[in-house]
């Protein structure tokens, strides 16, 4: 293959070892069998074939063995209120190692009862630790099983089904972290100890005859597999890959629904080993049965379905799960344990607030004593919980978001929004997510913030796998950045350091809201939410806060410098200008190149009063410099206007000690904000603080 020096691609085959060693004529390839899977002519080697050398050695099943493991054991002293959940070493090890100090009031709740097989819903408020919660009893019970033999194909043992890709792959890492080796040192120095070995060796096989056999190095021994594996299936990345995965054996599968049921189509293994699952978890569990959502959920939950029951299963499912009489016989264990998680488990909040719902003539009223629709009704019937009485644990706060979390609000007109939001982001430098409900609005926004030398990054449903993970992995490393999503980043992502999350567009439901907000203040640290409401969005704030059991003047009003945000307007509309003028000309390349690839796919000539003459190709070639060169004119402006600072009304542009605000003390306490002169540095919502106790103090007078 040229430059690939001849590797199209490399594929593990189990059983089989593959080492180099260096010779005169360069490195050669060789292999070590097992005995399991050795063919009975292992002896002959490939190099008499034209191959590289296998080489089976005096012992073949030496390098498929586990090596005997120390037992872990961990001082339980130093976790004393982890204590009663008794967990495994490894475990309490890794939680030790991280910092988890005490179980956060839905993981204390939940792991007991996970501990005694019962089925448990679970309703918390975000960044309360759910993972975990639902993570480590798993975890627990696996790690306390005999370890899988290394040569035979372990099979599903725990499924995870979660809404988005992006949170089934934090799942699934942080399941990962959870059996990571406890001594990490130790491992490291053990591997330069073998490169070190491996170097010397290199340089004396330099010698003649049998020096050079003495110094072959000897071939490193096989990791062993791990005692738990855990894997993420996904939309959006290799189906082969993730097939050759599944093939491979996985104790723990992280999946979304639609991949999964694609992979199931194909797979009869896994669709028995998904009907014989000893834990299911439904993360986010609200999202996932919500109406007109996930149809592959319902084939993937009939699976799961007892076969005594009176429902049976439909002939096209039975036809993947078993391929004779004698599987049909009931052979489902009834040992199945369901966790379901969430931070919202009411229908009320699931409505869509921007409909207007008016009752029908024929349609009954509901009394005042009625209780609200609830999620639960629709998992009893969804779900087949193997215990009579599911524990549902309520931990969901006052109003339905974290008490941590402060909140606000701006009232502008819709067409203000963009340089309120240029404001808030210049005011209060962080990592801000900022939420839109339509990709259109993404895509217009990210080249105005780019213009404005913002740092921003988009994420939703149409860029490719890839690109969304590339953009999460920016924002998280880079501190003021900003994220333009949509909902898909609403729920479960758990983004550290997450300063502000911004509506920029009202959410249609009360508890997208509630997981939008989510994103910030989690794990009981700060965290600050802006709603941006546009005069056609008060009725839907209104009903919002009435789903959540609140009023609309709850939420303060972020308190604004209006000097600085007449000079941010100028900037903007020069912005605007610039990005219409750039659309404009690649909204009309793309039409004109779109006709002539589809004109010559369908191999068709174009009209002739379509196909410009010598004339009107000069007119549009001056048009096309007349607009490029206004276009590079505002960019230069706009330049200019970026590089002139900000000052506040009353600050002096010459000395700091005059004017009506002097700025020296400021200055002198390191207080001043760096972009905007005149202002002091504060975090979002401080000045909600002070609004308030005016308000207070201005009652008392």
Same mark, same amino acid.
């Given at each position: 293959?040229?430059?690939?020096?001849?590797?199209?691609?490399?594929?593990?085959?189990?059983?089989?070892?593959?080492?180099?060693?260096?010779?005169?004529?360069?490195?050669?390839?060789?292999?070590?069998?097992?005995?399991?899977?050795?063919?009975?002519?292992?002896?002959?080697?490939?190099?008499?074939?034209?191959?590289?050398?296998?080489?089976?050695?005096?012992? /073949?099943?030496?390098?498929?063995?586990? /090596?005997?493991?120390? @037992?872990? @054991?961990?001082?339980?002293?130093?976790?004393?209120?982890?204590?009663?959940?008794?967990?495994?070493?490894?475990?309490?090890?890794?939680?030790?190692?991280?910092?988890?100090?005490?179980?956060?009031?839905?993981?204390?709740?939940?792991?007991?009862?996970?501990?005694?097989?019962?089925?448990?819903?679970?309703?918390?408020?975000?960044?309360?630790?759910? $993972?975990?919660?639902?993570?480590?009893?798993?975890?627990?019970?696996?790690? @306390?099983?005999?370890?899988?033999?290394?040569?035979?194909?372990?099979?599903?043992?725990?499924?995870?089904?979660?809404?988005?890709?992006?949170?089934?792959?934090?799942?699934?890492?942080?399941?990962?972290?959870?059996?990571?080796?406890?001594?990490?040192?130790?491992?490291?120095?053990?591997?330069?100890?073998?490169?070190?070995?491996?170097?010397?060796?290199?340089?004396?096989?330099?010698?003649?005859?049998?020096?050079?056999?003495?110094?072959?190095?000897?071939?490193?021994?096989?990791? +062993?597999?791990?005692?738990?594996?855990?894997?993420?299936?996904?939309?959006?990345?290799?189906?082969?890959?993730?097939?050759?995965?599944?093939?491979?054996?996985?104790?723990?599968?992280?999946?979304?629904?639609?991949?999964?049921?694609?992979?199931?189509?194909?797979?009869?293994?896994?669709?028995?080993?998904?009907?014989?699952?000893?834990?299911?978890?439904?993360?986010?569990?609200?999202?996932?049965?919500?109406?007109?959502?996930?149809?592959?959920?319902?084939?993937?939950?009939?699976?799961?379905?007892?076969?005594?029951?009176?429902?049976?299963?439909?002939?096209?499912?039975?036809?993947?799960?078993?391929?004779?009489?004698?599987?049909?016989?009931?052979?489902?264990?009834?040992?199945?344990?369901?966790?379901?998680?969430?931070?919202?488990?009411?229908?009320?909040?699931?409505?869509?607030?921007?409909?207007?719902?008016?009752?029908? /003539?024929?349609?009954?009223?509901?009394?005042?004593?009625?209780?609200?629709?609830?999620?639960?009704?629709?998992?009893?019937?969804?779900?087949?919980?193997?215990?009579?009485? +599911?524990?549902?644990? %309520?931990?969901? /706060?006052?109003?339905?978001?974290?008490?941590?979390?402060?909140?606000?609000?701006?009232?502008?007109?819709?067409?203000?929004?963009?340089?309120?939001?240029?404001?808030?982001?210049?005011?209060?430098?962080?990592?801000?997510?900022?939420?839109?409900?339509?990709?259109?609005?993404?895509?217009?926004?990210?080249?105005?913030?780019?213009?404005?030398?913002?740092?921003?990054?988009?994420?939703?449903?149409?860029?490719?796998?890839?690109?969304?993970?590339?953009?999460?992995?920016?924002?998280?490393?880079?501190?003021?950045?900003?994220?333009?999503?949509?909902?898909?980043?609403?729920?479960?992502?758990?983004?550290?350091?997450?300063?502000?999350?911004?509506?920029?567009?009202?959410?249609?439901?009360?508890?997208?809201?509630?997981?939008?907000?989510?994103?910030?203040?989690?794990?009981?640290?700060?965290?600050?939410?802006?709603?941006?409401?546009?005069?056609?969005?008060?009725?839907?704030?209104?009903?919002?806060?009435?789903?959540?059991?609140?009023?609309?003047?709850?939420?303060?009003?972020?308190?604004?410098?209006?000097?600085?945000?007449?000079?941010?307007?100028?900037?903007?509309?020069?912005?605007?200008?610039?990005?219409?003028?750039?659309?404009?000309?690649?909204?009309?390349?793309?039409?004109?190149?779109?006709?002539?690839?589809?004109?010559?796919?369908?191999?068709?000539?174009? %009209?002739?009063?379509?196909?410009?003459?010598?004339?009107?190709?000069?007119? $549009?070639?001056?048009?096309?410099?007349?607009?490029?060169?206004? $276009?590079?004119?505002?960019?230069?402006?706009?330049?200019?206007?970026?590089?002139?600072?900000?000052?506040?009304?009353?600050?002096?542009?010459?000395?700091?000690?005059?004017?009506?605000?002097?700025?020296?003390?400021?200055?002198?306490?390191?207080?001043?904000?760096?972009?905007?002169?005149?202002?002091?540095?504060?975090?979002?919502?401080?000045?909600?603080?002070?609004?308030?106790?005016?308000?207070?103090?201005?009652?008392?007078?």
């Amino acid at each position: 293959m040229g430059g690939d020096d001849g590797i199209l691609e490399l594929e593990e085959v189990e059983g089989v070892e593959v080492f180099y060693e260096t010779t005169d004529g360069g490195k050669v390839a060789k292999f070590r069998v097992s005995e399991v899977d050795k063919p009975e002519s292992s002896s002959r080697t490939l190099s008499e074939a034209g191959g590289a050398q296998v080489d089976t050695g005096d012992d /073949p099943q030496e390098i498929l063995e586990t /090596p005997p493991q120390e @037992t872990l @054991t961990f001082d339980s002293t130093l976790l004393p209120e982890w204590v009663p959940q008794s967990l495994h070493p490894q475990l309490m090890n890794v939680l030790h190692r991280k910092g988890f100090i005490t179980p956060t009031p839905i993981q204390a709740a939940a792991i007991p009862l996970a501990s005694k097989g019962r089925d448990v819903i679970g309703v918390a408020q975000t960044g309360s630790g759910k $993972t975990l919660a639902y993570g480590l009893p798993i975890l627990h019970y696996l790690l @306390t099983q005999p370890r899988p033999h290394p040569t035979k194909r372990r099979p599903v043992r725990a499924l995870i089904l979660a809404p988005t890709r992006e949170l089934a792959l934090q799942v699934s890492s942080h399941l990962n972290e959870c059996l990571n080796p406890i001594d990490k040192d130790l491992e490291q120095s053990h591997t330069k100890e073998v490169s070190i070995e491996t170097k010397k060796g290199k340089g004396k096989s330099k010698g003649k005859g049998k020096e050079k056999e003495d110094a072959t190095p000897n071939p490193p021994t096989k990791k +062993p597999p791990p005692h738990v594996s855990v894997a993420a299936i996904v939309g959006g990345m290799s189906s082969q890959k993730q097939r050759r995965i599944l093939d491979r054996g996985v104790d723990v599968l992280v999946a979304t629904p639609g991949r999964l049921w694609d992979i199931m189509e194909d797979d009869d293994n896994l669709a028995r080993e998904i009907k014989n699952l000893r834990f299911l978890v439904l993360d986010e569990a609200d999202r996932m049965i919500e109406a007109g959502h996930f149809a592959e959920l319902e084939n993937i939950l009939r699976l799961t379905l007892r076969e005594n029951q009176d429902d049976e299963i439909p002939t096209e499912y039975n036809a993947m799960i078993v391929e004779n009489s004698e599987e049909q016989k009931p052979d489902v264990s009834d040992g199945l344990q369901t966790f379901v998680l969430s931070a919202t488990l009411s229908k009320d909040l699931q409505r869509n607030l921007k409909k207007r719902s008016r009752p029908k /003539p024929n349609k009954k009223r509901k009394n005042k004593d009625d209780k609200p629709a609830s999620t639960l009704d629709d998992l009893l019937l969804r779900l087949d919980f193997r215990d009579p009485e +599911p524990e549902i644990i %309520d931990l969901s /706060p006052q109003g339905k978001v974290v008490s941590t979390l402060q909140e606000a609000k701006i009232e502008c007109l819709t067409n203000d929004k963009d340089v309120y939001l240029y404001y808030f982001l210049l005011r209060h430098p962080g990592r801000s997510l900022v939420f839109l409900s339509a990709i259109d609005g993404i895509r217009r926004l990210m080249p105005l913030l780019e213009l404005l030398d913002v740092k921003a990054f988009p994420l939703h449903s149409q860029l490719e796998q890839r690109q969304r993970l590339k953009n999460l992995d920016r924002f998280k490393s880079i501190p003021n950045a900003v994220l333009l999503a949509t909902d898909i980043a609403a729920r479960g992502l758990d983004i550290p350091a997450v300063d502000h999350v911004i509506h920029f567009q009202i959410p249609r439901t009360a508890d997208t809201y509630i997981h939008r907000s989510g994103r910030t203040a989690r794990a009981m640290n700060k965290g600050f939410s802006m709603l941006m409401v546009g005069p056609d969005e008060r009725r839907v704030v209104r009903a919002l806060m009435g789903s959540i059991s609140r009023d609309e003047n709850d939420i303060p009003e972020l308190s604004i410098e209006l000097s600085m945000l007449d000079k941010l307007k100028a900037r903007v509309q020069l912005a605007r200008q610039i990005e219409q003028s750039q659309h404009k000309v690649k909204k009309a390349n793309h039409e004109k190149n779109w006709m002539k690839e589809t004109a010559e796919a369908l191999g068709v000539d174009l %009209d002739s009063d379509y196909m410009s003459d010598s004339d009107s190709e000069n007119q $549009t070639t001056r048009q096309r410099k007349t607009s490029e060169a206004k $276009t590079h004119a505002l960019k230069a402006q706009l330049k200019e206007m970026l590089a002139q600072p900000l000052v506040a009304r009353g600050v002096s542009a010459k000395y700091i000690t005059s004017g009506s605000r002097p700025i020296v003390d400021d200055l002198l306490a390191g207080e001043l904000h760096e972009t905007l002169l005149g202002l002091k540095k504060a975090e979002a919502g401080s000045d909600l603080v002070l609004k308030k106790a005016q308000e207070v103090q201005d009652k008392g007078s």
